[in-house]
């Protein structure tokens, strides 16, 4: 506890939840005790894809139970943390948010905070005890229990800690506010079957439990028609899906079943795992037009031996034929990945056959890690840890040789015409640039910008440009007149009706509000006195 920790108290003894084991997760939405009097919140969400996915769950229940979201500017009534424990600064990065929340919590009494995800399922009761600001912990399986453990704690006056060992509600049985109402996550599955030795995921998130396809379906539909023009399925390892069902083509058939969806214009997964990479993924994902070319596989290590050690069933061989396969069915698929460098054991040798893999891979970009301990898993329990000063040199060079490849593979790609579905968010420079900001079929990204006099897109509208320039990371499209084409969508209907709704009248261009702004009905572009290089 921080010195500064200690000056608050919270209240009198903790309690502490258990539960009775399950038979499975329910698929009906649990009860939700609605406030008597309005409360504002604020998500901060930290982690991955399930984490972001599950942030928009809790926006959904607490917005459902009577809580509002926080207007810029102000404090909230109530703060919850959705946490990662996949790093190992994601426990000072949580305490170190939480200590600056003790003024906060000083000035009002009745100001609440909560902490769930997977810091909260694994560090449990070590939360309340390193942070007495802390009034509710929850846990990865419990999601849905949020709003009464709230409620409870504000009545007893005292922290209350509830984590589950098993699922208790499917997410998607929850309420859901969706960051962007043109795009949204679909789960398929929660939780890994995979023993991954560095991984403490699977401790967390517990056994894999799938849906049945009509669930998911019907969950994509549902989006359809509520506007989204693109979904994204998500689950620990896509590509076992089925196995608890005994259908082992699960996950392709599900595929080809969302290219029936009408209206449905983009479809993405993550993650797969490249030991279950099937080739009826491969024919799905190319004779599907909905299924987008992009492919997310993660490598890990390019080392055979490392990859032994840590139990990935798969090799080097192995992993670069399924990107053959993929390129010779898709050749236009971008191709990313996750990497770790400095694993227990890992030789020069090793960390050259990762180099080598990348090299022959041509990722169109990589998510590198230097790996960190965590407690709990085989490999951080071996003795052969390597020197910070080797893991940082060895990162330092896996990092320039994947920007030499995303630039190269970026450079090929000027002259191309692509179809950009476009976002809310532009660029960091938009001001400057006067650009705007959408992602291409292959999931790129690129700066954009529209032609004087011609019309400024929505977000979830579609441009087709050409890219006049590349970086390694972005692309850009400078477009004359007649190359830039817009296609008003449905999801651009979309989210022009939420803004509608949340206190905007909606028709601005992309890039013009920020949440919680009013737009006044002008369509406007980043101003720039004139336009440079950059996103």
């Keep these: ?78 703060v919850v943390f959705n946490t990662c424990a996949v790093r190992e600064n994601a426990d000072n990065k949580l305490y170190g948010h939480l200590s600056q929340l003790v003024p906060q919590k000083q000035k009002n009494k009745d100001f609440q905070v909560a902490v769930g995800g997977c810091l909260a399922q694994k560090d449990q009761d070590t939360i309340l005890k390193k942070s007495p600001v802390v009034d509710v912990v929850f846990g ?72 049945r396809p009509g669930d998911i379906l019907a969950e994509v539909q549902a989006l359809v028609d509520q506007g989204a023009v693109e979904v994204t399925l998500l689950g620990q390892n896509v590509n076992s899906y089925g196995v608890s069902f005994g259908d082992r083509q699960a996950f392709s058939k599900l595929l080809r079943a969302c290219g029936e969806i009408q209206g449905l214009e983009r479809v993405r997964f993550t993650s797969p795992h490249p030991a279950a990479f099937t080739d009826d993924v491969i024919d799905a994902m190319a004779q599907t037009p909905n299924v987008m070319p992009q492919l997310h596989m993660p490598l890990q290590s390019g080392s055979d031996r490392v990859l032994k050690d840590m139990r990935r069933s798969y090799r080097s061989k192995k992993f670069l034929v399924i990107l053959e396969k993929v390129r010779d069915q898709i050749p236009q698929a971008a191709i ?5 460098v400095g694993f227990p054991g890992e030789t020069e040798e090793d960390f050259q ?162 949440a919680g702004q009013v737009n006044l009905g002008m369509p406007t572009l980043p101003v720039a006195a004139a336009p440079v290089n950059g996103g």
Excluded at 140 to 165: D, F, M
Excluded at 336 to 340: E, H, M, N, S, V
């Design 1 to 78: 506890m921080t010195d500064v920790d200690a000056q608050v108290t919270a209240g009198s003894a903790h309690t502490q939840t258990t539960s009775t084991p399950r038979t499975g997760p329910s698929t009906q939405a649990p009860e939700i005790p609605v406030l008597d009097s309005p409360r504002s919140f604020e998500v901060r969400t930290f982690g991955c894809q399930m984490n972001v996915h599950d942030s928009e769950r809790i926006n959904g229940l607490l917005e459902t139970a009577g809580y509002t979201p926080v207007r810029d500017g102000e404090d909230p009534d109530l």
């Design 140 to 211: 990865t399986h419990n999601i849905g229990s949020l709003p009464v453990l709230l409620e409870r704690a504000r009545h007893n006056e005292e922290a209350e800690i509830e984590i589950l060992e098993s699922l208790e509600t499917f997410p998607s049985a929850l309420p859901t506010k969706r960051d962007q109402a043109y795009a949204g996550w679909v789960s398929i599955s929660v939780g890994c079957n995979n023993t991954c030795t560095f991984c403490i995921v699977p401790s967390l998130r517990g056994k894999e439990e799938d849906r």
């Design 336 to 340: 990313t990945t996750d990497i770790i």
């Design 353 to 514: 056959d990762t180099m080598r893999v990348v090299e022959e891979s041509r990722f169109s970009m990589a998510y590198t890690f230097q790996y960190s301990v965590r407690p709990g898993t085989p490999a951080g329990e071996r003795e052969d840890q390597l020197p910070k000063a080797v893991v940082q040199e060895r990162f330092e060079r896996l990092v320039a040789l994947q920007d030499r490849i995303a630039a190269e593979e970026n450079a090929a790609l000027v002259g191309r015409t692509v179809e950009l579905l476009v976002t809310a968010n532009a660029g960091k420079k938009s001001g400057e640039t006067h650009r705007l900001s959408g992602r291409a079929q292959d999931q790129r990204l690129v700066h954009f910008s529209v032609p004087e006099g011609a019309e400024a897109p929505r977000p979830g509208d579609f441009v087709t440009v050409p890219v006049t320039q590349a970086a390694a990371y972005h692309l850009i499209a400078d477009p004359a007149a007649d190359q830039y084409h817009l296609r008003r969508a449905r999801g651009g209907d979309a989210w022009e009706r939420e803004q509608a709704q949340s206190c905007g009248t909606g028709s601005g261009a992309a890039g013009s509000t920020k």
